[in-house]
């Protein structure tokens, strides 16, 4: 290479090399000063809060009790309903005052039934298969409770082979329920009903517990209700020959109402019958109102001679869940202190230990007819509810039965329909130490403050004769007051829980993106 093609290279690459260092440089400068923009993938403005209206209060019905076997009696699988329902509702009078609100009511399908029936407007006078009822309320301007809308059935059933005095409380739909009663020896029959009103189909999966603790039973699981059908299983399919029964129904997909029918036969001589209802009560402290004793004498007298009627005595049924700690072997001690409403009937106490996570049959004995409720503790919460007799040997049949719940406590204002059937009555237990007081009348004197006031000391009891068909209004600032119904028809009972379904507004935090 020459000297003058040197000198060329030598002064390119220094050319080249301060340009480059010059676009570095500027670079530099350039990150520092140029202008930021604060813009972030992903980030949200401020969310705003805006309130959720209350969904419509809606109700579910069974409509007719549910006869195994068909008309025949003899067709596996098959169940059909027999007979109408006494509907028995409350439907707001504040209803026909406010813009676009009304009361819809719409018939639902039952198992293998595709038949669809068109929606009406108002509460039916009876219904035969299951039955929506809905408060529409566009505007969410009314106050939801059992003043807005409560609905309960009744039907007498007096064949050859179905007896008895069956009464429901109309459900809102859950995806929860509990089940305190049932029976599926020889001789008994039940039937857990369960319908779908929603727009989704359902699944249900039942876990059953009996003395022993769970039972295992692999067709209890999976169980699909279709949206607005209704599924009848015969629980004796899967839980043979148990006596001491509790259940618990949990659903995925639509929300569910449901109820447990249970049915006596004794040979060719029906024994009566019972809607259970979903049991709402778990707590140390529970109390079971309506123990109305009726035909003691006449159930002994038979018993002596016919053992297969021993079951138509009082008996206290006790569930305890497992709870954290809890072995096989743990235990709860569990008191029920039986009250009656007069000096007359003195009532007794009975105490226990129980196993945890097993159902326990306890039977209440020396008591003569009359009124009583039960008041039950635990030193760990519990679920119970007593089975209650009648028996008249001078009818035939002759005896029937119905399942007592835990009572809500009534503070606030309840109110509820009473049955135009049959003779009713409010049983009332007060489970505070000291006296309270509620006014029980028409909601015109409720509202208005002149409703008879009933005082109730502590640990007291009363029962109260009610008109039939009449709408009834509670109101107390107590929360230890506890109620049921009790309805006699012919030698036959039944019984109603007062409760008040509401669904509850909300405030939502709403950011768009």
């Known amino acids: 290479m020459s000297r003058r093609e040197a000198k060329t290279l030598i002064k390119r690459i220094l050319g080249s090399g301060f340009s480059l260092v010059l676009l570095l440089a500027a670079l530099i400068i350039g990150s520092n000063f140029a202008p930021t923009f604060g813009v972030s993938v ?19 019905c069974p409509g007719g009790a549910y006869r195994s076997g068909g008309a025949s009696g003899t067709k596996l699988g098959t169940f059909d309903q027999v007979g109408s329902a006494e509907v028995n509702a409350i439907v707001s009078g504040a209803i026909a005052a406010t813009n676009g609100a009304k009361v819809n009511t719409t018939p639902l399908a039952t198992q293998g039934d595709s038949t669809a029936l068109p929606a009406s407007a108002g509460a039916p006078a009876r219904i035969a298969r299951p039955t929506s009822i809905t408060v529409v309320d566009p505007n969410g301007e009314l106050e939801q409770g059992s003043k807005l809308l409560n609905v309960s059935t009744l039907q007498l059933q007096n064949a050859a082979d179905f007896s008895g005095l069956l009464a429901a409380s109309c459900q809102a739909p859950s995806t929860d329920l509990w089940f305190v009663g049932g029976d599926t020896t020889v001789g008994r029959e039940a039937l857990l009903v369960v319908t779908n009103p929603s727009r989704v189909d359902a699944q249900i999966d039942i876990q059953a517990y009996n003395a022993g603790g769970v039972v295992k039973a692999d067709g209890l699981a999976g169980l ?35 109820w447990l029918q249970q049915k006596t036969m004794r040979g060719t001589i029906p024994g009566g019958s019972d809607f259970i209802s979903p049991s709402t009560e778990l707590g140390k402290s529970i109390v079971i109102p309506g123990l109305l004793l009726r035909g003691s004498a006449d159930a002994a007298t038979i018993i002596k001679t016919r053992p ?10 006790v569930f305890v869940p497992s709870f954290n700690g809890a072995t096989s072997t743990s235990s709860v001690t569990v008191t029920a202190q039986i009250f009656g409403a007069t000096a007359r009937t003195f009532g007794t106490v009975l105490r226990q230990q129980l196993r945890v996570g097993a159902v326990t049959d306890v039977p209440i004995t020396g008591l003569a007819d009359g009124d009583y409720v039960a008041f039950v503790s635990a030193d760990k919460p519990i679920q119970a509810a007593i089975r209650l007799p009648r028996t008249n040997k001078t009818k035939s049949p002759a005896t029937d039965f119905a399942w007592l719940q ?12 009473v ?17 309270v007081s509620l006014q029980l009348g028409s909601p015109a004197q409720v509202a208005a403050g002149t409703a008879p006031v009933v005082k109730l000391a502590g640990g007291g009891v009363r029962t109260i004769g009610l008109t039939a068909g009449a709408l009834v209004w509670i109101k107390t600032d107590s929360d230890a007051l506890h109620a049921n119904l009790v309805i006699d028809l012919d030698s036959t009972v039944a019984t109603l829980p007062i409760t008040d379904y509401k669904n509850s507004a909300s405030k939502l935090m709403v950011s768009v993106r």
Do not use: C, W
């Open 419 to 435: 049955p135009q059937s049959g003779v009713t009555k409010l049983s009332l237990g007060n489970s505070g130490k000291s006296e």
């Open 406 to 417: 835990a009572g809500q406590s009534l503070k606030g204002v309840r109110a509820f329909r």
């Open 308 to 317: 297969e009627y021993a079951d138509q005595t009082p008996m206290l049924r």
């Open 42 to 60: 992903g980030s949200l403005p401020s969310a705003a809060q805006q309130d959720a209206k209350a969904a419509d209060l809606n109700l579910v």
């Open 224 to 258: 699909s209700v279709p949206s607005g059908k209704t599924l009848v299983l015969p629980l004796a399919s899967d839980l043979i020959n148990q006596a001491t029964l509790a259940l618990h129904v949990s659903a995925t997909g639509g929300s569910i109402a449901a």
